[in-house]
């Protein structure tokens, strides 16, 4: 019988059970769907698309070594499928399970039914650490996903490819899918190359320095792994980069062994964080303390807008922001700061927050993102609520304003005194600094503190109202135990990570 692979957020050829499976099995046809509705959705975008598409190019350079194609196909899925099934009669179908946004889930549901209705075999294979809809997060969930990460691979046979007539070739992939805000000129190249080149370069070189750079706007994007896009589309399996890990973690010590081990803790993180999501799909649109939906949001199109464009007058929140315009990624405190400011010191909705970041990222996980972002607005059973102050992040991370005034260039004459709080700066002094009549650089629209003070209380009183309990640390840690190769930690302890 034919043997379907569907690509999805997969794309290489190594380490891949879908693929395995099927070249074991009979004549094998790969395709991958670009599917229009998806790249409407507001959390994606045209240059996570660009990363997609080089990869696609990559992904069928490797299946032509094999022997065979990537077909791509342009429509829904459902259509792909019955296409094929109207073409050659019944056929079995791989692919990875997916934990992915409500658009994605809904649609594999579909696909489910539609395999169903027509007894088509539809066999999903793990790609990370995730147990399908399971509850479980804690001891069991950690000792299953070591286990796997850590279990013995199939070899794959030499596939036989069948010619496949639906869809077009690889090389036919849209050149724009939708039009971005920002282009996005400093923006990660996708492929399986590029994946290995920078594992590479990370393990025997740039991960030296990871542990303590990660925070440091200055030092994050070179000396942390930048694997994160390569992970959510699947150029590099997280076995794969496991293995790789595990090995130089042999012969490593000092300060490379204390940087690995940070990072395989971070690791860990991916896979608990994208468990959250499996299990509760829903939280892409409800809080996880459903009672702070009472929290008043500001619906104000135009606060949305400085704070999306980078003008809402915090230089070290508007700087971190034009930084994920141009590089399409920043590193985690940044990430962190930039959703604090946009729901607890603006009130936007954080819905809306999400999705703006979602398509700037082009590293984009809906089972990291979202789980984080409700973390990072105080709606998740987080034991920390913590409210982010851009001034204070400024002076530990930036004391000597190179990020800012390379950023924020409007401020780039201001003394380092005034840098960080240019508000305060006297009038008279405006136009010898350069921030005169010509300079359109913002004041905040709200008082910063204030506003912190404000949505802590309103969060306090809703959670007294409703008799809300935060988890406290000791009820968390009693409650985990530990993995077998990376620290057991609270969501808070997380924090503390970064
Ligand atoms: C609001 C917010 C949204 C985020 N959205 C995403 C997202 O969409 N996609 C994404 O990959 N990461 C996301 N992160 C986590 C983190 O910021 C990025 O993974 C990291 O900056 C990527 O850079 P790197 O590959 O150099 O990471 P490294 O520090 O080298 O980490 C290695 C890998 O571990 C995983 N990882 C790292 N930090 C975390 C974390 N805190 N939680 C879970 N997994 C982690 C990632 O897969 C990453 O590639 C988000 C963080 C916040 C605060």
Redesign the pocket.
């Known amino acids: 019988m034919l043997q379907v692979v569907w690509f999805k957020r997969d794309l290489r050829t190594a380490d891949h059970a879908p693929l395995t499976a099927a070249s074991a099995a009979g004549p094998v046809i790969c395709i991958y769907v670009v599917e229009p509705n998806y790249w409407r959705l507001a959390d994606t975008s045209d240059r996570q698309w660009q990363f997609v598409r080089e990869s696609l190019l990559d992904l069928d350079t490797q299946l032509t070594a094999l022997g065979g194609r990537l077909t791509l196909y342009h429509g829904p899925t459902s259509l792909a499928l019955k296409a094929i099934y109207e073409t050659y009669g019944p056929f079995a179908l791989h692919s990875h399970e997916e934990t992915g946004n409500l658009w994605t889930y809904e649609r594999d549901r579909a696909i489910a039914r539609w395999c169903r209705q027509n007894r088509i075999g539809w066999q999903q294979y793990k790609q990370f650490g995730i147990q399908r809809g399971s509850q479980n997060q804690r001891g069991e969930w950690q000792q299953w996903r070591n286990q796997w990460l850590h279990e013995p691979r199939r070899v794959m046979a030499t596939p036989t490819f069948a010619p496949c007539s639906i869809g077009t070739a690889a090389a036919r992939a849209p050149a724009i899918i939708k039009h971005d805000t920002y282009s996005c000129p400093q923006r990660q190249r996708g492929g399986r190359s590029e994946a290995e080149a920078l594992l590479r370069s ?1 393990l025997n070189q740039r991960g030296e320095h ?1 542990r303590g750079s ?1 925070s440091r706007t200055n030092r ?2 070179q000396f ?6 390569h ?2 589309y699947g150029t590099l399996s997280l076995r794969e980069l496991v293995d790789a890990l595990s090995r130089t973690q042999t012969t490593a010590s000092g300060r490379w062994l204390k940087s690995l081990r940070s ?1 395989e803790s ?2 860990w ?2 896979c ?2 994208i468990q959250k999501l499996e299990s509760q799909p829903a939280i892409e649109r409800c809080a996880q303390i459903t009672p702070l939906e009472q929290l008043p949001v500001c619906e104000d199109y135009a606060r949305l807008a400085i704070w999306q464009h980078g003008q809402t007058g915090w230089p070290m929140v508007d700087a971190a922001m034009r930084y994920l315009h141009h590089h399409g ?4 405190r940044m ?2 700061m ?2 604090s400011v946009g729901t607890h010191t603006l009130g936007l909705p954080w819905q809306k927050v999400a999705a703006w ?2 398509g700037q ?1 082009v ?4 089972g ?2 979202y789980p ?2 409700q ?2 607005s105080g709606l998740s059973w987080n034991p920390v609520l913590r409210i982010y102050n851009p001034t204070t992040q400024a002076r530990q991370l930036d004391p000597l304003g190179v990020f800012i005034r390379r950023w924020v260039p409007e401020l780039k004459e201001l003394p380092d005194e005034w840098l960080i709080e240019p508000w305060k700066l006297p009038n008279n002094l405006r136009q010898r600094y350069g921030l005169g009549t010509n300079n359109t650089y913002p004041n905040p629209v709200v008082d910063l503190e204030q506003a912190n003070r404000k949505r802590k209380a309103a969060i306090v009183a809703i959670e007294q109202r409703e008799g809300i309990a935060r988890p406290n640390d000791h009820r968390e840690r009693r409650h985990s135990l530990k993995p077998q190769a990376a620290p057991a930690a609270t969501d808070s302890q ?1 924090l503390a ?2």
């Not at 990624?329 to 985690?332: D, G, K, M, Q």
């Not at 590293?363 to 809906?366: F, I, N, R």
């Open positions: 990370f990871y990660l994050a994007a942390g792994s930048r694997l994160s896009a992970l959510a990072f971070r690791l993180w991916h608990h964080f990624w920043v590193n985690f990430r962190a930039l959703v970041l979602a990222f590293d984009y996980e809906p990291i993102h984080q972002v973390m990072q997380q990570l970064f």
